[in-house]
C-alpha cells in the first residue's frame, strides 16, 4: 500500500514555481499505470533523480521529478540467494531508467553502480550533474555551481538539504522528492544546458556484468570507508592560549586529532565555561605551523577565561587520494578513462581477461641475489621473485620472518646488478612502516635512497623519527617543480620511499619525471584496501613494470574492514592469494615463535633463535577503557607499561611499547616524559608498528 500524495513548494531557487505533486509508492506496488502517469508529465525529456541509501549504503528510496511531478519509489530490500525483490516493480523502475529521457542527478557514479549491484538495474542517458564544476564534488559550491549559481539561489535553504548527506534516515522525504526536483530544474535551465550538453553520459547497460561488479564494488567501498569518517573531531589542545582581536592561537597536543587547515564546509566551535555558563563561538582557521593554530573567531565577544574545548564540525574532506579514486571510476563509467584495460588493474581485478603476454613478460636483464646477509631459503624465493619479470607477485609475511630483510636484499640486488636504470618505489600505509624499511636499508650500508614525508606528519610532531636517516629526507613542502634542483636533491638515487597517499600527492611529478614508477613493493599490503591502489595504477601505468605486495593478512586489516565486511586486501583476493610465497622461517625468541606458530599459522612456521628461555607475559591488568576524543585510554594500563619501561631503563635494556589506540600512545609518551625516560621512538600504535 502506498503512502499518501503530499505537495511540496521549492525554495532552493529564487525564482517562484508552482506546486510540485508528489507520489509515494512501494517499488512492490507499482503498476505500468503508476509509471506512464509520470512519464506523461515528462514533455522535455528530462528527469532529475535523487537517491536515498539505508544501511550498508543500500539504495532505500528513489525520487523521479519532471516539472510539475515527483514519483517517489521506496526500493524493496536488495536481492539475496533465497529471496528476490518484486521484479514487476524492479522492471516497471526500468523503463524509466532505461527509457528515452536524460537522467540527471548529483553524484551519478553512485546511483549507477547502486541500482547495478543492489537490483540488477542498469542506467542508460545520466548525466553525473557534478561533472561540469570545478570545485571539488563534495563542496557545497560544486552543487551550487551545477544548479546554476550563487545569484539566484537560497544558499542556507541548498545547504539544509544535503544537511544530512544521503541517508534515508538523516533526511526527510518531502527533502528527498525536492533533490530530485531540483535536479530537473538545473537540467531545463537555460545557462546550464549548454555545459550539460558537453558532459559525459554513463550508460552501464553497456558495460560487461564483470565489470560493472568490480566497478560497483569499488565505489560502494568507498562510500562505506566515508561514512566511517566523523561528523566532529574533539581538538585536543594545551591549556596555554593567546587570544587577541578576534585572533585565537592554539597548541595541539595530539597528532591524530590535531586542528588543521579545515574544509570549506567545516567550522570550528571553541566552548568556554564564564561563572558557571557555557560559552560558545565559532571561527575558521587562518593559519597552521605544526603544532601552532590561528583560529579567526567569528565573533567580536571575548572568549571566557580558563581552559576551552575546540571542536571541528563536520567530516574531513576526501583526500588527493580519495577524490582521485572518485574521479577515475566516474570517468571509467563515463567511458571517457581507459582505466580497465590497463594491465595492473585487470591483473588485480580482471584476472580473466588478463592476456597471456601481460601475464609473463620476458626479462629486460638476469638479476642475481645481491646482499651481505645470509637469507633462508623461502627468503631467497621470495628475492627472486621480486628481481624476476611477473608482474605480479605476493609474499606473504608473518612477524618476524623478515620481510624488510627480503625488501632490502632486494633493492641490493638491484643496485648491484648492470640494471641501474631499474627504479624501485618502496611504499607502505604508514609512515612508521616506511620509516622502517629506511633504517632497514640503512642498517646494511645502503645509503643510496630517498625518503619522502610529509611536512604535515614530520615539522613539529615526528622529528624525532627520522635523525638515524635525516640526510636521506626530502620533506613535502621542498618538492619544486624544477627538473634540476630535483636532481640535485636526488643525487642519482633510484630508489624512493614514500607511503602509498604521497603516490597521489601533485608534488611527488617532480620526483617522478627523473625516476619513474618502474618496481614498486608495497609493504604491510594487508593493511591496504585493494581500492586504495586506482591513483597509483592509473596514474602511473606508462611506466609501471611490477608490482610486489607483502604483508600479512593474519595481522590487521584494511582500516574499516570490522565496520565493513566488503573490505579487502589482495589477500583476500583468491587468484593472487593462492600463487604467494610463504616466508617460513620466523627469527624472534623460541617459545614466543612455537606460540604464534601453533595458534596462528597452524604449526606452518619453523623458529630459529638462540633464546629458549621464557620471554612472554600475559598480565591481566584491573583497568577500565574510557573514552577519549574519538579513541580510547586506560590509565591503569599505563602505570604498569611505565613501571616496566622504569625496569628496563635501569637494567639498560632497550623498550617499546605499542598499544591500539593513539589516545593512550599519547598519554603514554605523556607519561614517559614526566618520568624522565626515553620516549622519543619508544611507543606506538599497532598499525604502524605491524610486524
Same mark, same amino acid.
Given at each position: 500500500?502506498?503512502?499518501?500524495?503530499?505537495?511540496?513548494?521549492?525554495?532552493?531557487?529564487?525564482?517562484?514555481?508552482?506546486?510540485?505533486?508528489?507520489?509515494?509508492?512501494?517499488?512492490?506496488?507499482?503498476?505500468?499505470?503508476?509509471?506512464?502517469?509520470? @512519464?506523461?508529465?515528462?514533455?522535455?525529456?528530462?528527469?532529475?533523480?535523487?537517491?536515498?541509501?539505508?544501511?550498508?549504503?543500500?539504495?532505500?528510496?528513489?525520487?523521479?521529478?519532471?516539472?510539475?511531478?515527483?514519483?517517489?519509489?521506496?526500493?524493496?530490500?536488495?536481492?539475496?540467494?533465497?529471496?528476490?525483490?518484486?521484479?514487476?516493480?524492479?522492471?516497471?523502475?526500468?523503463?524509466?531508467?532505461?527509457?528515452?529521457?536524460?537522467?540527471?542527478?548529483?553524484?551519478?557514479?553512485?546511483?549507477?553502480?547502486?541500482?547495478?549491484?543492489?537490483?540488477?538495474?542498469?542506467?542508460?542517458?545520466?548525466?553525473?550533474?557534478?561533472?561540469?564544476?570545478?570545485?571539488?564534488?563534495?563542496?557545497?559550491?560544486?552543487?551550487?555551481?551545477?544548479?546554476?549559481?550563487?545569484?539566484?539561489?537560497?544558499?542556507?535553504?541548498?545547504?539544509?538539504?544535503?544537511?544530512?548527506?544521503?541517508?534515508?534516515?538523516?533526511?526527510?522525504?518531502?527533502?528527498?522528492?525536492?533533490?530530485?526536483?531540483?535536479?530537473?530544474? =538545473?537540467?531545463?535551465?537555460?545557462?546550464?544546458?549548454?555545459?550539460?550538453?558537453?558532459?559525459?553520459?554513463?550508460?552501464?547497460?553497456?558495460?560487461?556484468?564483470?565489470?560493472?561488479?568490480?566497478?560497483?564494488?569499488?565505489?560502494?567501498? =568507498?562510500?562505506?570507508?566515508?561514512?566511517?569518517?566523523?561528523?566532529?573531531?574533539?581538538?585536543?589542545?594545551?591549556?596555554?592560549?593567546?587570544?587577541?582581536?578576534?585572533?585565537?592561537?592554539?597548541?595541539?597536543?595530539?597528532?591524530?586529532?590535531?586542528?588543521?587547515?579545515?574544509?570549506?564546509?567545516?567550522?570550528?566551535?571553541?566552548?568556554?565555561?564564564?561563572?558557571?555558563?557555557?560559552?560558545?563561538?565559532?571561527?575558521?582557521?587562518?593559519?597552521?605551523?605544526?603544532?601552532?593554530?590561528?583560529?579567526?573567531?567569528?565573533?567580536?565577544?571575548?572568549?571566557?577565561?580558563?581552559?576551552?574545548?575546540?571542536?571541528?564540525?563536520?567530516?574531513?574532506?576526501?583526500?588527493?587520494?580519495?577524490?582521485?579514486?572518485?574521479?577515475?571510476?566516474?570517468?571509467?563509467?563515463?567511458?571517457?578513462?581507459?582505466?580497465?584495460?590497463?594491465?595492473?588493474?585487470?591483473?588485480?581485478?580482471?584476472?580473466?581477461?588478463?592476456?597471456?603476454?601481460?601475464?609473463?613478460?620476458?626479462?629486460?636483464?638476469?638479476?642475481?641475489?645481491?646482499?651481505?646477509?645470509?637469507?633462508?631459503?623461502?627468503?631467497?624465493?621470495?628475492?627472486?621473485?621480486?628481481?624476476?619479470?611477473?608482474?605480479?607477485?605476493?609474499?606473504?609475511?608473518?612477524?618476524?620472518?623478515?620481510?624488510?630483510?627480503?625488501?632490502?636484499?632486494?633493492?641490493?640486488?638491484?643496485?648491484?646488478?648492470?640494471?641501474?636504470?631499474?627504479?624501485? /618505489?618502496?611504499?607502505?600505509?604508514?609512515?612508521?612502516?616506511?620509516?622502517?624499511?629506511?633504517?632497514?636499508?640503512?642498517?646494511?650500508?645502503?645509503?643510496?635512497?630517498?625518503?619522502?614525508?610529509?611536512?604535515?606528519?614530520?615539522?613539529? /610532531?615526528?622529528?624525532?623519527?627520522?635523525?638515524?636517516?635525516?640526510?636521506?629526507?626530502?620533506?613535502?613542502?621542498?618538492?619544486?617543480?624544477?627538473?634540476?634542483?630535483?636532481?640535485?636533491? @636526488?643525487?642519482?638515487?633510484?630508489?624512493?620511499?614514500?607511503?602509498?597517499?604521497?603516490?597521489?600527492?601533485?608534488?611527488?611529478?617532480?620526483?617522478?619525471?627523473?625516476?619513474?614508477?618502474?618496481?614498486?613493493?608495497?609493504?604491510?599490503?594487508?593493511?591496504?584496501?585493494?581500492?586504495?591502489?586506482?591513483?597509483?595504477?592509473?596514474?602511473?601505468?606508462?611506466?609501471?613494470?611490477?608490482?610486489?605486495?607483502?604483508?600479512?593478512?593474519?595481522?590487521?586489516?584494511?582500516?574499516?574492514?570490522?565496520?565493513?565486511?566488503?573490505?579487502?586486501?589482495?589477500?583476500? @583476493?583468491?587468484?593472487?592469494?593462492?600463487?604467494?610465497?610463504?616466508?617460513?622461517? +620466523?627469527?624472534?625468541?623460541?617459545?614466543?615463535?612455537?606460540?604464534?606458530?601453533?595458534?596462528?599459522?597452524?604449526? +606452518?612456521?619453523?623458529?630459529?633463535?638462540?633464546?629458549?628461555? +621464557?620471554?612472554?607475559?600475559?598480565?591481566?591488568?584491573?583497568?577500565?577503557?574510557?573514552?577519549?576524543?574519538?579513541? /580510547?585510554?586506560?590509565?591503569?594500563?599505563?602505570?604498569?607499561?611505565?613501571?616496566?619501561?622504569?625496569?628496563?631503563?635501569? =637494567?639498560?635494556?632497550?623498550?617499546?611499547?605499542?598499544?591500539?589506540?593513539?589516545?593512550?600512545?599519547?598519554?603514554?609518551?605523556?607519561?614517559?616524559?614526566?618520568?624522565?625516560?626515553?620516549?622519543?621512538?619508544?611507543?606506538?600504535?599497532?598499525?604502524?608498528?605491524?610486524?
Amino acid at each position: 500500500m502506498s503512502d499518501p500524495p503530499f505537495v511540496i513548494l521549492q525554495d532552493v531557487f529564487k525564482t517562484p514555481h508552482k506546486p510540485i505533486f508528489v507520489t509515494p509508492y512501494p517499488c512492490a506496488s507499482l503498476t505500468r499505470k503508476v509509471i506512464d502517469e509520470f @512519464l506523461n508529465t515528462v514533455d522535455d525529456g528530462v528527469v532529475g533523480v535523487a537517491p536515498a541509501y539505508g544501511p550498508g549504503c543500500v539504495l532505500s528510496i528513489l525520487a523521479f521529478a519532471s516539472s510539475s511531478r515527483v514519483l517517489l519509489v521506496r526500493m524493496p530490500k536488495p536481492k539475496t540467494k533465497t529471496k528476490r525483490p518484486n521484479m514487476q516493480g524492479r522492471d516497471l523502475t526500468g523503463l524509466i531508467l532505461c527509457g528515452d529521457f536524460e537522467l540527471f542527478a548529483f553524484h551519478m557514479d553512485i546511483l549507477a553502480t547502486s541500482l547495478f549491484k543492489d537490483f540488477g538495474l542498469r542506467i542508460r542517458g545520466a548525466v553525473d550533474m557534478l561533472s561540469v564544476c570545478k570545485a571539488a564534488r563534495h563542496s557545497l559550491d560544486a552543487k551550487m555551481d551545477s544548479i546554476g549559481g550563487a545569484p539566484g539561489l537560497n544558499k542556507p535553504r541548498l545547504q539544509s538539504l544535503w544537511n544530512g548527506g544521503e541517508k534515508a534516515s538523516a533526511t526527510t522525504v518531502k527533502d528527498i522528492a525536492l533533490r530530485a526536483w531540483v535536479a530537473w530544474r =538545473a537540467a531545463t535551465f537555460g545557462p546550464m544546458t549548454a555545459r550539460f550538453i558537453k558532459a559525459p553520459r554513463i550508460d552501464t547497460s553497456t558495460f560487461l556484468e564483470t565489470r560493472l561488479n568490480v566497478i560497483a564494488k569499488i565505489v560502494r567501498d =568507498a562510500v562505506a570507508l566515508d561514512a566511517l569518517k566523523p561528523s566532529f573531531v574533539k581538538n585536543e589542545i594545551a591549556s596555554e592560549y593567546t587570544f587577541k582581536q578576534g585572533q585565537l592561537k592554539v597548541t595541539s597536543t595530539r597528532f591524530k586529532n590535531r586542528v588543521r587547515d579545515i574544509d570549506q564546509d567545516q567550522r570550528i566551535k571553541v566552548h568556554g565555561m564564564d561563572k558557571g555558563q557555557r560559552i560558545t563561538v565559532t571561527g575558521r582557521t587562518k593559519h597552521i605551523d605544526g603544532r601552532a593554530a590561528d583560529i579567526t573567531i567569528d565573533t567580536r565577544s571575548k572568549l571566557p577565561p580558563g581552559k576551552l574545548q575546540v571542536v571541528t564540525l563536520g567530516k574531513d574532506a576526501p583526500t588527493n587520494a580519495e577524490a582521485q579514486r572518485t574521479q577515475i571510476i566516474l570517468e571509467a563509467l563515463q567511458r571517457t578513462s581507459t582505466v580497465m584495460e590497463k594491465p595492473f588493474f585487470r591483473g588485480i581485478w580482471l584476472p580473466h581477461e588478463l592476456s597471456a603476454s601481460v601475464k609473463s613478460k620476458p626479462p629486460n636483464r638476469s638479476i642475481s641475489i645481491s646482499f651481505l646477509r645470509p637469507l633462508n631459503a623461502s627468503q631467497k624465493t621470495a628475492v627472486e621473485a621480486i628481481l624476476s619479470p611477473t608482474p605480479l607477485n605476493v609474499i606473504h609475511g608473518p612477524p618476524g620472518t623478515g620481510k624488510t630483510t627480503v625488501i632490502a636484499a632486494a633493492v641490493t640486488s638491484v643496485a648491484a646488478s648492470s640494471a641501474r636504470d631499474r627504479t624501485m /618505489w618502496l611504499v607502505a600505509q604508514s609512515n612508521v612502516a616506511v620509516k622502517n624499511i629506511a633504517e632497514k636499508l640503512a642498517s646494511v650500508d645502503f645509503l643510496d635512497f630517498k625518503l619522502l614525508v610529509s611536512k604535515d606528519f614530520h615539522y613539529d /610532531w615526528h622529528e624525532h623519527l627520522y635523525e638515524k636517516i635525516n640526510p636521506n629526507l626530502i620533506r613535502s613542502d621542498e618538492l619544486v617543480d624544477d627538473p634540476v634542483a630535483t636532481e640535485r636533491r @636526488l643525487l642519482g638515487s633510484k630508489v624512493i620511499l614514500c607511503t602509498l597517499t604521497m603516490l597521489s600527492s601533485s608534488r611527488i611529478s617532480a620526483i617522478t619525471r627523473l625516476v619513474p614508477l618502474h618496481t614498486v613493493i608495497v609493504d604491510e599490503a594487508s593493511q591496504v584496501e585493494v581500492g586504495s591502489y586506482l591513483p597509483m595504477i592509473n596514474r602511473f601505468s606508462h611506466s609501471l613494470r611490477k608490482l610486489v605486495f607483502i604483508g600479512d593478512d593474519k595481522q590487521l586489516a584494511p582500516y574499516g574492514q570490522s565496520d565493513v565486511k566488503s573490505l579487502q586486501s589482495v589477500f583476500e @583476493l583468491p587468484h593472487l592469494r593462492e600463487g604467494a610465497i610463504f616466508l617460513d622461517t +620466523q627469527w624472534m625468541p623460541t617459545r614466543l615463535g612455537t606460540f604464534i606458530g601453533r595458534h596462528v599459522y597452524d604449526n +606452518q612456521l619453523k623458529t630459529q633463535h638462540p633464546n629458549k628461555a +621464557q620471554c612472554c607475559r600475559f598480565v591481566d591488568v584491573k583497568g577500565k577503557e574510557m573514552s577519549k576524543g574519538q579513541s /580510547w585510554i586506560n590509565t591503569a594500563e599505563v602505570l604498569v607499561a611505565i613501571a616496566e619501561a622504569r625496569k628496563c631503563h635501569s =637494567a639498560s635494556r632497550a623498550y617499546r611499547i605499542i598499544t591500539p589506540y593513539d589516545a593512550q600512545r599519547a598519554m603514554l609518551e605523556k607519561e614517559l616524559k614526566a618520568s624522565k625516560l626515553p620516549w622519543e621512538d619508544r611507543v606506538f600504535c599497532v598499525d604502524s608498528f605491524q610486524g
